[in-house]
Nanobody, 124 residues
Framework: VQLQASGGGLVQTGDSLRLSCAGS????????VGWFRQAPGKEREFVARVRWNDLSTDYADSVKGRFTISRDNANNRVYLEMNSLKPEDTGIYYC??????????????????WGQGTQVTVSS
């Protein structure tokens, strides 16, 4: 499974962005996908996840109600729609996948494949 994140940029507080994670490989449709982010000097943290089997989703408390994760299996893509952005949302955003067939959770150690990251900067 190979992943490539895109869609980051510089926005103002309250703006929206949509990140895209393009997946390749025949196993992608059986791969749960998570989004993580890392701010300067901080640990990489869980943001959201969509499972491959039932498309159920999970979010960090800090983004609930503002971010939405979705997937388009026909096009091997997972999206992260981010609304009402805040300066504390600033960071490098990574998409990741555990081994195919594994449901995945919030712990980054359970994810085996990582995209290269895309920078999101929210100015105040």
């Amino acid at each position: 499974v190979q992943l490539q994140a895109s869609g980051g940029g510089l926005v103002q507080t309250g703006d929206s962005l949509r990140l895209s994670c393009a997946g390749s490989g025949v196993a992608f449709v059986r791969s749960s996908v998570g989004w993580f982010r890392q701010a300067p000097g901080k640990e990489r943290e869980f943001v959201a996840r969509v499972r491959w089997n039932d498309l159920s989703t999970d979010y960090a408390d800090s983004v609930k109600g503002r971010f939405t994760i979705s997937r388009d299996n026909a096009n091997n893509r997972v999206y992260l729609e981010m609304n009402s952005l805040k300066p504390e949302d600033t960071g490098i955003y990574y998409c990741a996948a555990p081994r195919p067939g594994v449901l995945g959770g919030q712990a980054k150690d359970t994810y085996r494949y990582w995209g290269q990251g895309t920078q999101v900067t929210v100015s105040s």
